[in-house]
C-alpha cells in the first residue's frame, strides 16, 4: 500500500504562485513514477504533469512553461512530489489529486487538494 497526503492547496490571484506538495509513504519501493492531475467542477480528470523513476517529466501542454513537477526522496520512508505553479490563471481552477503509479500494483491516489485562482 502506498498513502498519499497532498498539501499546498488555496486561493491565489491570478498570475500569482503556489506550490503543491504530495508525501507518499509505505510501500514506496514499488513506486515508478509520479502524477499531478486536476479535476475541474463538470470536466474529466486531466493530467497535468507526470515525473518518471528516473526523473524524466512531462507536461499537459496547457501548463508547460507555468508549472514545474520535481521531486524529493532523500528520506527513507517518504517520498514527496511537487508541483510548482506559476502564472497561474482563473482556468487552472480544480481539484489536484496526486498520483502513484507503481510496478505489480493498483496506482494510488490521494484525496485532492482544491486550487482557486480568481480574476
Known amino acids: 500500500q502506498v498513502q498519499l497526503v497532498e498539501s499546498g492547496g488555496g486561493l491565489v490571484q491570478a498570475g500569482g504562485s503556489l506550490r503543491l506538495s504530495c508525501a507518499a509513504s509505505?510501500?514506496?519501493?514499488?513506486?515508478?513514477?509520479m502524477a499531478w492531475y486536476r479535476q475541474a467542477p463538470g470536466r474529466q480528470r486531466e493530467l497535468v504533469a507526470i515525473i518518471t523513476k528516473s526523473g524524466i517529466t512531462n507536461y499537459a501542454d496547457s501548463v508547460r512553461g507555468r508549472f514545474t513537477i520535481s521531486r524529493d526522496n532523500a528520506k527513507n520512508t517518504v517520498y514527496t512530489v511537487y508541483l510548482q505553479m506559476n502564472s497561474l490563471k482563473p482556468e487552472d481552477t480544480a481539484v489536484y489529486y496526486c498520483k502513484a503509479m507503481r510496478s505489480l500494483a493498483t496506482d494510488s491516489w490521494g484525496q485532492g487538494t482544491q486550487v482557486t485562482v480568481s480574476s
Open positions: 509505505g510501500s514506496i519501493f514499488s513506486i515508478n513514477g
